[in-house]
């Protein structure tokens, strides 16, 4: 008992909290019935462990509480997980603790739009959902995440497709209609051509080239923080920088990258949520 209220201390307990243990100066403490020092003298007899008795007053014992260090982690754990922790018994709350501790593991479930972060789901709108999620699918194909990378943009679309209610049967209906929000980004970020939209380097001019660049970086850059602020939100300081998006590299050349121990699973990948 004294282990695992020690260890229930450690996952939750507050910086004023302390953690102490009562200690009592030999013979004394080989008396079961002792607890504290009377007022007054009175004799107890001890037995030692080569067989002989000891007559010792009680009175005379001398009692310490001696503070005990431990370490104190509930800062380290997600806030949902401290909320849930009075729900919990004491092993799973260990349990739970535990694979927030572990390597890195995000869950992607794009059928049912959940984004779980080492066993605590955090919440994400489908725009940004869908951004992180053709983060994962950019590493897996090789494809470098830039905003002047058509593939890289093109797979956003891809995957924001994928997400949407309904949104890869408008597009099977009709590829040159797609679901209106993935329209509004093409329409936003690519200049069109007789054949469809063009790759940003045979746009018309500099001026509209880089007018386009720029909207598609405020907006990747937008997506970047919406998605960092919900994991920070919801997975503490500790373990968020774990699963943010990074922005590495200069303005014109930046690119938005995972971090690289982080392991992916895609979950329901190729189902699609109906509504």
Not at 14 to 42: A, G, K
Not at 43 to 68: C, I, M, P, W
Not at 93 to 104: F, G, H, M
Not at 153 to 175: F, M, S, W
Request: aromatic share 8%; proline share 9%; glycine share 6%.
């Amino acid at each position: 008992m004294g282990y695992l209220a020690g260890h229930a201390l450690s996952l939750l307990g507050r910086p004023q909290d302390r953690l102490s243990h009562v200690l009592v100066n030999p013979p004394y403490d080989r008396i079961p019935e002792f607890f504290y020092p009377p007022p007054t003298p009175r004799n107890k007899a001890v037995r030692h462990d080569d067989g002989t008795e000891e007559l010792v007053d009680l009175s005379r014992a001398e009692v310490k509480l001696a503070n005990v260090p431990f370490l104190r982690m509930r800062e380290v754990l997600p806030p949902p997980l401290l909320e849930q922790a009075k729900a919990l018994s004491f092993s799973e709350l260990v349990d739970r603790a535990q694979r927030s501790l572990d390597r890195p593991n995000v869950q992607i479930d794009t059928h049912k739009l959940r984004m779980t972060c080492g066993g605590v789901a955090v919440q994400l709108p489908e725009e940004n959902f869908a951004f992180y999620y053709a983060l994962t699918k950019s590493r897996e194909e090789g494809i470098t995440p830039r905003a002047n990378a058509d593939d890289a943009i093109g797979l956003y679309l891809d995957c924001y497709t994928h997400v949407l209610p309904e949104g890869k049967e408008i597009a099977r209906q009709n590829p040159a209609r797609p679901h209106p929000n993935v329209r509004e980004k093409e329409l936003r970020w690519f200049e069109f051509g007789p054949s469809g939209r063009l790759p940003i380097e045979r746009t018309t001019d500099e001026r509209q080239r880089k007018k386009l660049f720029d909207k598609r970086q405020t907006d990747l850059g937008e997506m970047v923080s919406r998605c960092n602020d919900s994991i920070n939100a919801t997975l503490g300081p500790y373990l968020a920088p774990r699963y943010r998006v990074m922005s590495v590299g200069p303005k014109g050349a930046r690119q938005y990258l995972l971090p690289e121990d982080l392991k992916v699973e895609l979950i329901d990948e190729r189902n699609r949520r109906v509504i």
